[in-house]
């Protein structure tokens, strides 16, 4: 029992009383901050300031009590019971969700009839067997007899078509068609057997079924009202089936027996549908614009990435660094013209020519490459045919014309004679001559006037005499017999000079020495302007 606090007195009903003294009623706060945070605080004392003496339990005694059922006391609580289950289909029967939710509909449309489901509402047919057919009768009648076909479609009129052969198959049995195509070899075509599969084929169909879904149903004979049969077969008539025309050409030899036996049709003709081949269009070339080559220009007709003209390897390989050279002078009525020399070189392995204009001092002209490599046609030839200068056309006194400039051939060197030595087929006679006998007149003593004039010339007397000292020096120089082939392989347009870095390079590469007081004497006599060597004279020393 619990005794009051005060007076000692058991706290019941008569025997408390309250304390008149007390003036504060107030409830303890139990709220507080502590470091900013609110924190809670277990009331120590009562309304009044009474001491609690029942209220010092922890905070786990106090969430024991808080969390305990009244067991005891009112027994084991019942749990309620579950509540129905209703499905969703049930749930939401007969409610529609799409208004409410802002979905606007259209408006109700008639539901499409099933073809299945009216035909059953049909009355139900009789089936019976007409007494004048009997598709059992037909069956074994006409088992394994079929009419052949060879038909063609011509679908050349629209783009990309073509002429195809197929073969049309007709079963007397139950009047089905089918038809074949027809592969050749490498026609590009997947080899797929059957254009149309065996199915019977309708002539006429009735007005309400042009827009039947044929792709999705078959057509009865509701939709129809005439069908294909072996009488609509005819050799040598068109037919449409699948939106094609075909026409039948020929057939075999047993449908011709029953179209003469069925129908009293005789002779069905075989109609000849190869078409004929038309001729070969001739490729024209279009005229020559003047550019390049003539058969350069021909590769951009031939295909859509133009590739180069074929060469002869072999020729290419044989003539190989050939060349021969030719001294000309340029015929002109202009004065200034006369006494300009040109080096023509033609390379035998191109059949290409090069002009190079040696440079002569105070001549107002300058020198150089007057025509790089290419092949030069003859004036009397056509654009079409164009005829190319050859080995056989230079010869001593042949006239070259050069785009318009007429060259005369003067000299020439001794390759080009042992050329056409060995090579006296490609020549006629009297350009052999000419070269043999030119070749014999510079190769006699010069006659007294040109010695007197060469003896008043002070530059060249020295040149000579400085070239029979140097030869009589380096008489054993072991690169006498390969320096005028080295010369040649870097002057590749035969004018007699290189430049000057060239011409010491290859004096380096040959042991010439070039240090050598006489030989540099003869460099200085040889040097021409714009940097570059004159290696005609400068070989001369080397080559006795």
Known sequence: MVSNPVHGLPFLPGTSFKDSTKTAFHRSQTLGYRNGYAIVRRPTVGIGGDRLQFNQLSQAELDELASKAPVLTYGQPKQAPPADFIPAHVAFDKKVFLESQGIELNPPEKMALDPYTELRKQPLRKYVTPSDFDQLKQFLTFDKQVLRFYAIWDDTDSMYGECRTYIIHYYLMDDTVEIREVHERNDGRDPFPLLMNRQRMPKVLVENAKNFPQCVLEISDQEVLEWYTAKDFIVGKSLTMLGRTFFIYDCDPFTRRYYKEKFGITNLPRIDVSKQELPPVKQELPPYNGFGLVEDSAQNCFALIPKAPKKDVIKMLVNDNKVLRYLAVLESPIPEDKDRKFVFSYFLATDMISIFEPPVRNSGIIGGKYLGRTKVVKPYSTVDNPIYYGPSDFFIGAVIEVFGHRFIILDTDEYVLKYMESNAAQYSPEALASIQNHVRKREAPAPESESKQTEKDPGVQELEA???????????????????????????????????????????????????????????????????????????????
């Open 466 to 544: 400085l070239i029979d000292t140097i030869q009589k020096q380096l008489k054993d120089h072991s690169c006498k017999d390969n320096i005028h082939e080295a010369f040649q392989i870097y002057d590749k347009e035969a004018s007699g000079y290189v430049d000057r870095d060239m011409f010491f390079k290859i004096c380096e590469s040959l042991n010439v020495p070039v240090d050598d007081s006489l030989v540099k004497e003869l460099i200085r006599m040889c040097s021409h302007g714009e940097g570059k060597i004159n290696y005609y004279n400068f070989v001369r020393a080397f080559s006795n």
